[in-house]
């Protein structure tokens, strides 16, 4: 049974294997490095002013950082290679977004870059991407602070043989066909949000040869028929961080190196018969002191409680049987205290103790204080060493003495 799993796995793999070949052939081969950056049909290093109009906004370039500033543009033109915006120098590309701007395109590839150089987004704005395929790089792609909506109509919606990192309150949200991510390196996912489709049969939202990284309070949402988080080679980690993975015929998550869920974390995965998996470690590891509650069953209305649950401990799950239940559930366990229970009664002398349970076995113990003595005066609160209200009392003294003298003045006048 497991070696038949193994095999099925790796014939997954193989397929996909060949889509990222199929894929890269698509792109072609690589380009020369020459001294241009195109937008809108126009080489924009050579442009008046390196400005280019797009619609009702403008593009502006500055050489010495090979920046390509997009102010409310829209792109609806690609130059003779079929791409809206090409770098065809060998540096670093940055698109800087301000505003609202849009590539809509029959033909090809929105932002494409196949020299070896890097290419951020950034800039705080937004950037709608409609084109068979959003954005290609050869190298590095960064996604900082901006938001990118891109629908790929028949190829992968980015796509990079180096690392995809999104941060600092990103927004993504795309899909393609095979793939909605294809990184031949890493995917690092850290404090934004990212919604990933492929909508092609045999299709993994997140195809990433290297490993999967979902950090810092990072949303992550995927669907496709295959895994919709996938990696061939590396490891998937999810670490205080939020995932919703679906495959519509097979499981949700699966990765060949290993899987880990850390800390204070929410994952769902979804699978046709099984949920997530890893060839390697399936490993739980709750935050210090705490616990993490792991459900599988068919769905969400029908979970139970896997045996163990809550982990207090690194608990490796491949010992559990959570890969044949085709819905998995992990989040970071709240303790769900009952009554108060007393166990030593409050005297005037000395104080008591009460605790309370929580169903994983938690108990939480607190004192009760001590009795108020009979023979103390009931005055208003128990004498607690401050001084306030006398302090208050003997001002108020000094000033109806201060009024007495005063009236008494008025009245011998
Ligand atoms: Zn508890």
């Keep these: 049974m497991k070696r038949f799993k193994g095999m099925k796995i790796k014939i997954v793999a193989c397929a996909l294997s060949m889509m990222i070949v199929f894929s890269m052939a698509q792109i072609g081969v690589k380009a020369e490095t020459v001294n241009e950056v195109w937008v809108n049909g126009v080489n924009i290093v050579n442009a008046e002013g390196q400005t280019v109009k797009c619609g009702n906004g403008t593009a502006t370039y500055e050489e010495a950082t090979n920046t390509l500033t997009l102010n409310n543009v829209q ?203 890893s060839i390697g470690a399936f490993n739980i590891i709750p935050a210090l002191n705490e616990k993490v509650e792991v459900y599988v069953g068919t769905k969400e209305s029908d979970v139970t409680a896997l045996e163990g649950s809550p982990f207090m401990i690194k608990t490796d799950l491949k010992h559990h049987s959570v890969s044949d239940s085709s819905y998995f559930y992990s989040k970071a366990h709240t303790h769900i205290f009952g009554d108060w229970v007393v166990d030593t009664v409050a005297t005037e002398i000395s104080k008591g103790s009460k605790h309370r349970a929580c169903a994983c076995g938690h108990i939480e113990t607190t004192e009760i204080a001590m009795k108020p003595s009979i023979d103390e005066p009931s005055t208003e609160g128990p004498n607690t060493g401050d001084s306030t209200n006398v302090v208050f009392a003997f001002g108020m003294l000094i000033f109806s003495t201060v009024v007495f003298v005063i009236a008494r003045k008025r009245v011998s006048k």
């Design 75 to 277: 792109i609806t033109n690609t130059n003779t290679s079929f791409y809206a915006i090409e770098n065809k120098k060998d540096k670093d590309f940055t698109v800087l977004l301000q505003g609202n701007n849009s590539i809509d395109i029959d033909d090809r590839t929105g932002v494409f870059g196949y020299t070896a150089a890097n290419i951020t987004f950034s800039g705080g704005g937004s950037l709608d991407i409609q084109a068979p395929q959003s954005i290609s790089n050869a190298k590095n792609i960064t996604f900082d602070d901006v938001d990118i909506t891109a629908s790929a109509s028949s190829d992968g919606a980015i796509v990079t043989d180096g690392n995809i990192t999104i941060k600092n309150n990103a927004s993504i949200i795309c899909s393609g066909t095979y793939f909605a991510f294809n990184a031949l390196g890493n995917i690092t996912i850290t404090q934004s949000i990212v919604e990933a489709t492929a909508t092609a049969e045999y299709g993994n939202a997140f195809s990433i040869i290297d490993n999967i990284v979902i950090e810092n309070n990072a949303s992550v949402s995927a669907i496709s028929y295959y895994p919709s988080l996938w990696t061939k080679n590396g490891d998937i980690a999810i670490e205080n961080s939020s995932v919703k993975a679906e495959s519509t015929h097979d499981m949700g998550i699966w990765s060949n190196g290993d899987l880990t869920i850390l800390g204070h974390s929410e994952v769902v995965a979804k699978g046709k018969n099984k949920s997530a998996g």
